[in-house]
């Protein structure tokens, strides 16, 4: 008996090591409970996208579910008759502008809210975090009247500064939470080599910053391209609008042209699209890395 136990035990210790198989909940539900769900959300999702483009290639006047045969005098009517080429590079002037300027003067305000300690610096973060509860309908009276002292009513200048003024709280916060990632001990090292702070700054931290200021960039760019009140309000020449004033001329109280409106989203949809497409991965990387605190 003991001979035949003993070759049993070699065998089991002479075979590899197996690990168990741990059985998770979702494991044990049926994949159509998760894909019908999903299917149905999709669905839900696409179907209002496939109709803007159906109105967009569709021939004005035509009923048909397919874009068959496919147009683009639409486009061509929004991007010449409706100014929309003078609305896009207004667009583009704006959010380039107001990326610029919130990812400098938030990397400026992050790494003093990261590096140094000030009195009242609970309160001013408390100060930042309550800011985003304020809608941005309650500063156009005071940014109306700042910007008619300035004379700057009817600039892009005004439209640039009163985005990039409502931006920089959520900025400052997300770029403090990126060089708290960053180990102080990597500038001090830099010191004691001779550098001062900006050049330890420069040459150690700023490298290391690249996923969250491509986050904040990103999102200030988005934000001034799709914000449409402060544009409505603080401009009144045609030819310094932009693309969502643009669109909400295409729209009258007697009538809306479809194919024009739709083919005017496209106009104002691609350039996003094209930037996550492009930034995806950074984007998730810099806003993942900024919520934690290290």
Same mark, same amino acid.
């Given at each position: 008996?003991?001979?035949?136990?003993?070759?049993? @035990?070699? @065998?089991?210790?002479?075979?590899?090591?197996? !690990? @168990?198989?741990?059985?998770?909940?979702?494991?044990?539900?049926?994949?159509?409970?998760?894909?019908?769900?999903?299917?149905? #959300? &999709?669905?839900?999702?696409? *179907?209002?996208?496939?109709?803007?483009?159906?109105?967009?290639?569709?021939?004005? =006047?035509? %009923?048909?579910?397919?874009?068959?045969?496919?147009?683009?005098?639409?486009?061509?009517?929004?991007? %010449?008759?409706?100014?929309?080429?003078? #609305?896009?590079?207004?667009?583009?002037?704006? =959010?380039? /502008?107001?990326?610029?300027?919130?990812?400098?003067?938030?990397?400026?305000?992050?790494?003093?809210?990261? @590096?140094?300690?000030?009195?009242?610096?609970? %309160?001013?973060? &408390?100060?930042?975090?309550?800011?985003?509860?304020?809608?941005?309908?309650?500063?156009?009276?005071?940014?109306?009247?700042?910007f008619a002292k300035l004379q700057m009513i009817n600039s892009l200048g005004s439209v640039i500064l009163a985005e990039t003024v409502f931006q920089l709280p959520l900025s400052m916060i997300l770029i403090s939470g990126f060089i708290r990632n960053v180990p102080q001990s990597l500038e001090e090292a830099a010191w +004691?080599?001779?550098?001062?702070?900006?050049?330890?700054?420069?040459?150690?931290?700023?490298?290391?910053?690249? !996923?969250?200021?491509?986050?904040?960039?990103?999102?200030?760019?988005?934000?001034?391209?799709?914000?449409?009140?402060? /544009?409505?309000?603080?401009?009144?020449?045609?030819?310094?609008?932009?693309?969502?004033?643009?669109?909400?001329?295409?729209?009258?109280?007697?009538?809306?042209?479809?194919?024009?409106?739709?083919?005017? =989203? *496209?106009?104002? /949809?691609?350039? +996003?699209?094209?930037?996550?497409?492009?930034?995806?991965?950074?984007?998730? %990387? =810099?806003?993942?890395?900024?919520?934690?605190?290290?």
């Open positions: 008996m003991i001979t035949e136990i003993a070759p049993a @035990r070699e @065998r089991e210790s002479a075979a590899p090591h197996q !690990p @168990r198989k741990v059985r998770r909940a979702w494991d044990e539900v049926p994949r159509w409970q998760i894909y019908v769900p999903l299917g149905i #959300y &999709l669905v839900f999702t696409l *179907i209002p996208f496939y109709w803007i483009l159906l109105f967009a290639f569709r021939p004005a =006047g035509s %009923t048909s579910l397919v874009p068959w045969p496919m147009t683009l005098d639409h486009f061509q009517k929004v991007w %010449t008759e409706r100014s929309f080429g003078v #609305y896009f590079q207004n667009s583009v002037y704006v =959010g380039v /502008a107001t990326l610029v300027l919130t990812t400098v003067v938030a990397l400026a305000g992050g790494y003093a809210l990261a @590096r140094f300690e000030f009195r009242i610096k609970r %309160t001013f973060m &408390l100060a930042l975090l309550c800011s985003q509860f304020v809608p941005g309908a309650l500063l156009l009276v005071p940014l109306f009247q700042i +004691v080599d001779g550098c001062n702070r900006f050049a330890a700054f420069r040459i150690v931290v700023l490298p290391l910053l690249r !996923p969250g200021l491509i986050a904040v960039g990103s999102f200030a760019f988005v934000h001034a391209w799709n914000h449409f009140l402060f /544009a409505l309000m603080f401009l009144s020449d045609q030819s310094k609008q932009t693309i969502p004033v643009g669109l909400n001329t295409l729209m009258s109280a007697d009538s809306v042209d479809l194919g024009a409106l739709a083919a005017g =989203g *496209i106009v104002a /949809a691609v350039p +996003v699209v094209i930037v996550f497409a492009f930034i995806q991965k950074w984007l998730i %990387t =810099g806003f993942s890395a900024g919520a934690v605190k290290g």
